[in-house]
C-alpha cells in the first residue's frame, strides 16, 4: 500500500512519498517521512518490511558519513547503491543531484535490482501511475509542470487505489540541494 | 607460531618497556599543539618540509572524526591512521545507536581504550601515537583531550606532544592567559606562538585547524597564517621596543 515516486528533469529531480505507517490494516501514523537524507544533494526513499526501512536506511545514512569523513569530500550520487542482496526487504528510490552527472534518480527493489530511470515508482500504486508518467513525461520538464505531472499520478491513486492514502511529502533536489515543497493532499474521489 | 607470546610484559621494576619505547617514538614525531579557547579550539602542526615532488595533500596530520571532533597526532603515521579509521566508524556508529553526536570525552575513552588493549594483548605492540583530540559537545562545552601509548588520556587547557614537546608546554604554562581565551584570534596567536618556538623556517612549516562552536573544522590555508605571523612578529617587535625605552 506504500507509494514512491521519482521524476527526473533536466537539472532536477522530484520525489514524493506517501506518509502513512500502517500495521496490518490500521494505519499507526499518518506523517511518517519515508525521505532519508544521505547527503546535502541525496535522498534515500524506502518502503518496505517495517523496521527494515529505518534500519537500513540510516544504516546507509552513517556509512556515507563515515566515507566522507575518512575521504573529506561526499560520495557520488552514483556509487550510494548498496549493490549486493540483503536479507532487508526493501524497495528503494535513490535521488540525487552530482556536480559532475547532475540529477539522477534510480531505482532499486529488495533483490538488488538495480537501474537508473527518468521516472520511477513503487508500491501498487506504481502500477496505475507508471502509465501516467509513460504518456506525460518529457524530459524537458519544468520544476511546475513535473509538479503538474505528480500532482495527475496522485489523483489517479485516489480514483482507483481501493486504499485511500491520505497524503504525500514532496521534495525537489537540485543544484542547491534539497527543498521541501508543499504536501499534496488529494480531494475525496468522485 | 609464538604469536601467543606478550610482547608488552612486565619488568622487574615495574616497567612495560614497550610502552616506554612507544612514547620515545612519540617524541621523535613532529610537534603538535593544542589550545582551547571559551568558543574555539586550535590545533596545530609542525609539516615535515616534504620532497619537491610529493603531493602535499596526502600527508595530513590533522584529522576530522566527525563533525564536532578532529584529532593531531604525533608519532607513527601508519598507526594513527588505524586509530583514526576506528574512531571515525565508532563515531557513526554511536550516532547510529544513541542518535547523539560523541561527546570528546567518550571518543577520547574509545581511544585510549583500544591504545590500553594494545599494551595487553597477545601478539601485538601498543601504537606509536600520542594526539590531541579537541572539539565540542552538543551542549556547546569544548574540550581538549591528550592520549599517550599507555592508554591515558587527561584534559588540558592547552599541551603540545612530538618533538620539543616540553619547550612548547613551557612556553604555554608562560603565556596561557584565562582572559585572552575569550578571544577567537587569541587563541589562534597562542597556538601559532608556541609552534613557532620550535619550528624551523616559521609560518610555511605550520599547518593549523580549527573549530569555532556550532562550525565544523576549518583548516586555515597558508595566506591566513602568514598574516597573523606578521601580526605577532610585530607584536614582538612591539614588545622589544618599549622594554628598550
Not at chain 1, 26 to 31: E, G, S, T, V, W
Not at chain 1, 52 to 69: G, H, P, R, S, W
Not at chain 1, 137 to 162: F, G, H, M, Q, S
Not at chain 2, 71 to 95: I, K, M, P, Y
Request: aromatic letters at 8%; a neutral charge.
Amino acid at each position: 500500500m506504500e507509494y514512491l515516486i521519482g521524476i527526473q528533469g533536466p537539472d532536477f529531480v522530484l520525489v514524493a512519498a506517501d506518509n502513512v505507517a500502517a500495521s496490518s490494516i490500521i494505519q499507526m501514523k499518518q506523517d511518517q517521512d519515508k525521505m532519508f537524507k544521505l547527503s546535502d544533494k541525496i535522498l534515500l526513499l524506502c518502503v518496505g518490511e517495517a523496521g527494515d526501512t529505518v534500519q537500513f536506511a540510516e544504516y546507509i545514512q552513517k556509512n556515507i558519513q563515515l566515507y566522507k569523513m575518512r575521504n573529506e569530500h561526499s560520495l557520488q550520487q552514483r556509487y550510494g547503491n548498496d549493490l549486493f542482496p540483503t536479507p532487508y526487504h526493501v524497495n528503494l528510490l535513490l535521488a540525487g543531484f552530482d556536480e559532475t552527472d547532475g540529477p539522477g534518480l534510480y531505482f532499486m527493489d529488495y533483490l538488488s535490482a538495480l537501474a537508473k530511470a527518468p521516472f520511477a515508482a513503487h508500491g501498487y500504486g506504481a502500477y496505475l501511475t507508471l502509465s501516467i508518467l509513460d504518456r506525460y513525461y518529457r524530459p524537458d520538464l519544468t520544476r511546475d509542470e513535473a509538479v503538474e505531472l505528480l500532482k495527475k499520478c496522485i489523483e489517479e491513486l485516489n480514483k482507483r487505489l481501493i486504499i485511500n492514502l491520505p497524503s504525500f511529502s514532496v521534495r525537489l533536489i537540485d543544484k542547491d540541494g534539497i527543498h521541501d515543497l508543499e504536501k499534496l493532499v488529494p480531494v475525496g474521489a468522485k | 607460531m609464538s604469536y601467543d607470546r606478550a610482547i608488552t610484559v612486565f619488568s622487574p621494576d615495574g616497567h612495560l618497556f614497550q610502552v616506554e619505547y612507544a612514547q620515545e617514538a612519540v617524541k621523535k614525531g613532529s610537534t603538535a599543539v593544542g589550545v582551547r579557547g571559551k568558543k574555539i579550539v586550535v590545533l596545530g602542526v609542525e609539516k615535515k618540509s616534504i620532497a619537491k615532488l610529493q603531493d602535499d595533500r596526502t600527508v595530513r596530520k590533522i584529522c576530522a572524526l566527525d563533525d564536532n571532533v578532529f584529532l593531531a597526532f604525533a608519532g607513527l603515521t601508519a598507526d594513527a591512521r588505524v586509530v583514526v579509521n576506528r574512531a571515525r566508524v565508532e563515531c557513526q556508529s554511536h550516532r547510529l545507536t544513541v542518535e547523539d553526536p560523541v561527546t570528546v570525552e567518550y571518543i577520547t575513552r574509545f581511544i585510549s581504550s583500544i591504545k590500553q588493549r594494545y599494551t595487553q594483548s597477545n601478539g601485538r605492540r601498543p601504537f606509536g601515537i600520542s594526539s590531541l583530540i579537541v572539539g565540542f559537545d552538543f551542549d556547546g562545552t569544548p574540550h581538549l583531550y591528550q592520549t599517550e601509548p599507555s592508554g591515558t588520556y587527561h584534559a588540558w587547557k592547552a599541551n603540545a606532544i612530538g618533538r620539543s614537546a616540553k619547550t612548547v608546554r613551557e612556553f604555554l604554562e608562560k603565556h596561557y592567559k584565562e582572559e585572552d581565551m575569550e578571544s577567537d584570534t587569541e587563541v589562534i596567536k597562542l597556538a601559532i606562538r608556541a609552534l613557532l618556538e620550535v619550528v624551523q623556517s616559521g609560518g610555511k612549516n605550520i599547518e593549523l585547524a580549527i573549530m569555532k562552536q556550532d562550525e565544523s573544522m576549518k583548516i586555515l590555508d597558508q595566506e591566513e597564517i602568514k598574516k597573523y605571523v606578521t601580526a605577532i612578529e610585530n607584536e614582538k617587535e612591539e614588545a622589544e621596543k618599549k622594554k628598550k625605552t
